[in-house]
């Protein structure tokens, strides 16, 4: 039965298709489109065509009297497959420290291993393999089909899935089909962005007071000792945004930060609170990033550019998101748009429709500077500046001051559309320069980094709603607001963390 050609290669092109039907999952299946679909499979057939090629050429002037080409071309079908959780292995088996690359040759090479194995394997029991490989390819579609069929249930099977966890936000949600006159919630993160306070006592503003009544003329609200809950953004973003604490003090110890933003929120593969607020709320979530990285959409991501090429690219991108071909997927495809955000920030779009959550993630005032004294965006600025505590303190005073003129012009803008629409501007974590400047100005280095900038704006119904605290709460007092949930608050708390080579880095611990 397995001893023709047509059998490996029939064999091989449904382990191409098993990728595909194993993401068209229960929760992903009803939010998916046909054009995402197609795209995904177009680009599975385009690679089982270029590894058949590949397969061919290698086997046809080097292996040709060592090994059968049927044998050859399952076993690389079979790597390739393998290769679609090469991230996932990476993280399973090392730390992410501050030489990483070290990690992604030891993984390979354990990939390498694999491969010699399966060539092995496939020589010596060929028949049994492929008799595996069939029951393995028929177990996968019966599952998918047992998900199509049973895809009206879907509302119960969520139902079931919000009710793991106590602190989850999304179980507090009521459904909201109707997304007309519905608000849209602004979340503007100004990376980096220390108080007012802070910011005073440095000389980086001149009047504290000047800048709120200012902010009081165009109802905007500042809110003093606002506070963040993690330290570091990739914890802050995902506190925010899933309106719980991602990681705590009697967490198990992560090893990369796949868990956290912006990752969280690429793989759509893996489901999260985030999701499941999108899902129960009907919004759609609009994200604009910057040079860190750029948007890029999947089913819950939208983009604001309209660029055809690369809303097709990142859903191919992200489709390869835990495999080894991200790497090249991200060289060819991927156009980063470094100023998305400050430029929407600066000019908002007019049309913005209802019941949608926008985040726009600035990577300002914070290095890499690239606002001058006249608020320009000047792409080459950092090349320009000395290495000077004075130099890095000024460049930061120009940004913070600019994105404070941005932030009244920009919620006048988005007032001016809708004056329902909730905007929160805030720091995702404060900021410190060297111990010696914030000592003379009366302000400890790890706390400032604790403390950060916030100002929002709401409707006049949402007055008497109780206000936040902290990051984890806003998602929370926003959804509130808006009418799509009565929920409590979680208790605001502190956590400290640890970069990657730190042997504390994966834990954090409650800030005293």
Known sequence: MFTNLKSSLFISLFLFLVPIIAFLNNINLPQISLLEVYLISASQFALFLILLFFSFTVHYFFLKKKIEFKIFFLANSTIFFFLLFFQNVKSLLFFEKQNFILDEIFTLLIFIILYLFILYSFKKNFILICRFLIIFIFLQFSYFLYNLVNIRFSNEFEAKLEQRGDDLLHYDILSKKDKKNSPNIFFVILDGMMTLESAEKLKIIKDKKKIIDTFSKNNIIYKKDFLVNYDQTYLSLAALLQGSYPVKENSNKYRTRKDFFPFFILNQKKDNNFFKILRKTNKDFFWLGNSGVSCQNNIYINCISDNKKLKFSSIINLFYFDSIYIYLFNKILINTNSYEAINFFINPKSKLGDNN????????????????????????????????????????????????????????????????????????????????????????????????????????????????????????????????????????????????????????????
């Open 357 to 512: 959550i926008y985040l726009l993630h600035i990577l300002n005032p914070h290095p890499p500077y690239y606002l001058n004294k006249n608020c320009e965006i000047q792409k080459n600025l950092m090349e320009k500046l000395a290495n000077k505590i004075e130099i890095e303190i000024e460049y930061y005073g120009y940004a913070y001051n600019c994105l404070l003129n941005m932030t009244n012009n920009f919620i006048k803008k988005i007032s001016k559309y809708n004056d329902k629409d909730l905007i929160f501007i805030m720091g995702d974590h404060g900021w410190s320069f060297d111990e010696e400047t914030m000592k003379r100005s009366n302000l400890n280095v790890k706390e400032n980094r604790f403390k950060t900038f916030f100002s929002y704006k709401i409707p006049k119904k949402c007055e008497k709603t109780e206000k936040p605290n902290s990051i984890v709460n806003v998602m929370r007092f926003a959804l509130n607001c808006s009418g799509d949930t009565k929920t409590n608050y979680l208790k605001d708390l502190q956590y400290i963390s640890f970069f990657e080579g730190d042997k504390n880095y994966g834990k954090v611990f409650i800030k005293n």
